[in-house]
């Protein structure tokens, strides 16, 4: 049964390190999630699993054996790329099978395997179809059909959802996880979608400039982002810069921009401090009129209103100049709080994150890649 | 000032009908959006428009003009697409000032519209650098503000943000209709990224085979769709298949394996008597453990995933049928474990109710 284990696996192209010193394990038949945005490193990750690329230095253990110079045929794990490379000349069904007749089962027990994981991707109807009559996002599904149906039970996935639309993408990603779970494969999937990260991964792991970032569950990544970058990328954060002014039992007072102040819980930095504090834009509350005494109450103009669907998200500029986001699941809103409309906002102390002050400050942390 | 009218255009590929009678009028100074699922005829709806794809029959007049045999250059339109194209050798302040150029504008008059255009972009910073050093999206608003320079008030939109990463796509999409609306354009938008096309629109077009299925302001495609597609392509929703009991004005009365649920109509209510479908967005059933409110069911919770700001959870219903809902991480309902018995409400006011689509509901709902 496949666990894996990388030891400070670099990977260079050039002057540019793809992998950067990256160490993690997944455990046996544990679904994890890459999530990065371009550039990051994470198809380089998995092609190195896969044996496609060889480390420029670190290890590779799968099943508690070095696997560095073990070829890709070998390594008993399944590569599915992004562009997905079917055999033209054959059916649907005929690549599906390929791999479990390779491997000699008998045709019955091979077509049954394609046909089960065909109906999975929602292609059973399309078996005797040709890869050159169906449109990229069956192509896709045909390639993950294919390698889930490989034998293989370590699955290495690059963005299998990447191609599809966004409502079928939704569809299968639960399908995709119970199947996985079902056959008790492992299995890394590779993607840039926060969401399907969150929903699918047992745990997840974050790559930014080949540095892992962090490495957690959903839960945990979500709510004790260890850096800023996994804080911003990982949902949508409100990020204020601010000074400790003083620290106690109970917890610190910031002074944001403007002698604003606010308390925190966490009391982990010296006064004159120069820090960053974050809090999440669902738990950031907002109201028409300032209510009872909410911790950390500031106001604000409502610079634009946007309506995302389950919620509407409020842009609010703060009367020291600094922009905080508040949502609003669309239900409750209906307290009608306007473009232009003076508001509190406020927040609970045990909500927020608070992060060193970056050496190259705020936006370098924020960017994407 | 640009109103752009389609009026019943018409566009095979082979066997295949990309527009099948299509008529839309884009009012001026309008942010509207195009979404539909893949192959349903939203790009070649805005490339007639633009004049890269030349319908089979129907018109598009913009600003009262005939354009349908026009060519693009001569459209005066701006279109940015989801490949970003900018000129390799040139830096973004040449890049942008490219169309005024071919338009014979002295460099002296081109400086003008161009550090306007490269200010309201934040693209200052980046005049000198090549497209090789941009970002994704500093290269896609260098496009965007070339398309714009040369003084197009029409805005062709097709899938622009869609090679972005997240994070960039959602801080541009603000950053898009705010210059949309600074600058008075009339925007076609298409979008596969229906998030996108929510907060940026003021009226939502919904395709589906080539066809518009329903229009309208965001807000009310995802609260009152009148069609049962929209509910299902605009955010999600959880379908109920029931018999109509009962009518009155705008509340009914539905029969669902036993049990009766109120709901609303939306448009015309199917006769009593007949096949209907409830359709009811995740994020509005309410959960609790112990209920005496109507319109509830008794559920089990089959499975539940963490998503950050929410909880999804899947409940099965005692008569086998799944529901999806979307609960928030506080509170009681943000502890349920799999296999824990819990009462699902349906809000009366959020529960709407469909005629039974005459092709079936699968068929109806269909995305291919």
């Not at chain 1, 290890?59 to 590569?79: C, H, M, Q, S």
């Not at chain 1, 606010?262 to 004159?272: A, G, I, N, Q, Y």
């Not at chain 2, 428009?49 to 045999?69: E, K």
Request: hydrophobic share 40%.
């Amino acid at each position: 049964m496949p666990s894996l284990r990388l030891l400070n696996v670099t990977k260079r192209f050039g002057s540019i390190k793809a992998l950067d010193d990256v160490t993690f394990e997944v455990r046996d038949r544990e679904y994890l999630c890459v999530l990065g945005s371009t550039g990051s490193g994470k198809t380089t990750l998995l092609r190195s699993i896969a044996g496609i690329l060889t480390p420029d230095e670190g290890e590779i253990f799968i099943d508690g054996k070095k696997a560095n110079t073990v070829t890709p045929e070998e390594r008993n794990a399944v590569y599915v790329p992004q562009s997905y490379a079917l055999f033209p000349h054959m059916t649907v069904l005929d690549n599906v099978m390929f791999g479990p007749l390779a491997k000699e089962t008998k045709r019955a027990a091979a077509e049954e395997t394609a046909m089960r994981v065909l109906k999975l991707v929602r292609l059973d109807g399309r078996a005797d179809a040709l890869p050159s009559e169906l449109s990229g996002g069956m192509q896709q599904r045909v390639a993950l059909a294919r390698g889930l149906a490989s034998g293989s039970s370590l699955l290495l996935l690059d963005e299998p959802l990447g191609a599809l639309d966004v409502r079928l993408r939704l569809e299968l990603r639960g399908e995709l996880r119970k199947l996985a779970k079902d056959s008790g494969f492992t299995v890394i999937h590779v993607t840039h979608d926060q969401e399907e990260a969150m929903t699918i991964g047992d745990r997840i792991l974050v790559l930014r400039r080949g540095k892992l970032q962090q490495h957690g569950t959903p839960y945990h990544v979500y709510n004790r982002p260890e850096r800023i970058f996994v804080a911003n990328f990982v949902g949508n954060t409100n990020f204020l810069e601010a000074t400790v002014k003083s620290r106690g039992k109970e917890g610190s007072t910031l002074r944001l921009r403007e002698d604003l102040e606010v308390r925190v819980l966490d009391p982990s930095f010296e006064p004159e401090e120069a820090v960053i504090v974050a809090i999440r834009e669902e738990k950031t509350r907002i109201t028409p009129e300032p209510v009872g005494d909410e911790p950390n109450r500031l106001s604000g103009e409502v610079k634009e209103v946007h309506f995302l669907g389950s919620y509407i998200r409020y842009a609010v500029r703060l009367t020291n100049g600094d922009e905080v986001a508040a949502r609003l699941p669309v239900g409750e809103a209906e307290a009608e709080i306007r473009h232009g409309d003076w508001v509190s906002i406020s927040f609970d102390p045990a909500d927020t994150h608070i992060y060193e002050y970056p050496t190259l400050g705020l936006p370098s942390e924020l960017e994407a890649s | 000032m640009p109103e752009v009218v389609v009026s019943r255009i018409k566009k095979d590929y082979g066997k295949v009908t990309a527009l099948n009678d299509v008529d839309l009028t884009i009012k001026d100074g309008e942010y509207l959006s195009i979404v539909g699922p893949s192959g349903c005829g939203k790009t070649t709806l805005i490339k007639s428009i633009a004049g890269v794809v030349q319908p089979d029959s129907g018109d598009v007049t913009i600003d009262g003009d005939r354009v349908t045999q026009l060519p693009i250059e001569d459209r005066g339109v701006g279109y940015v697409f989801q490949e970003i194209a900018l000129f390799p050798h040139m830096n973004v302040y040449d890049n942008v000032s490219y169309g005024l150029m071919v338009k014979g504008a002295a460099p002296a008059e081109r400086e003008g519209p161009v550090e306007e255009m490269l200010h309201m972009m934040n693209l200052e910073g980046y005049v000198t650098s090549y497209p090789r050093e941009l970002s994704g999206g500093a290269k896609q608003k260098t496009a965007i503000s070339r398309a714009l320079t040369s003084g197009s008030t029409l805005l062709l939109l097709d899938e622009p943000l869609g090679a972005l990463d997240l994070k960039v796509r959602t801080v541009l999409r603000y950053e898009l209709r705010r210059l949309v609306k600074d600058l008075g354009l009339t925007a076609v938008h298409v979008t596969h990224d229906q998030e996108e096309a929510l907060s940026v629109s003021d009226t939502i077009v919904v395709m589906k085979a080539g066809r518009i299925v329903e229009s309208g302001p965001p807000m009310q495609l995802y609260m009152r769709p009148r069609e049962i597609f929209t509910a299902k392509f605009l955010g999600e929703a959880n379908f109920i298949p029931g018999t109509m009991v009962e009518s009155k004005a705008r509340r009914v009365k539905v029969k669902v394996n036993g049990s009766e649920l109120r709901a609303i109509n939306v448009e015309t209510s199917p006769a009593v008597g007949e096949p209907c479908v409830l359709a009811i967005r995740p994020e509005f059933i309410e959960l609790s453990k112990k209920t005496r409110k109507p319109n509830t069911w008794a559920c089990e919770v089959a499975g539940a995933s963490f998503v950050g700001d929410a909880i999804r959870y899947t409940l099965r219903a005692k008569d086998g049928s799944t529901l999806l809902v979307k609960a928030p991480v506080t509170g009681v309902e943000a502890s349920l474990e799999e296999g824990q018995a819990v009462y699902a409400t349906f809000p009366e006011g959020r529960l709407l109710v469909y005629r039974q689509p005459p092709e079936g509901l699968e068929k109806a709902l269909s995305l291919e």
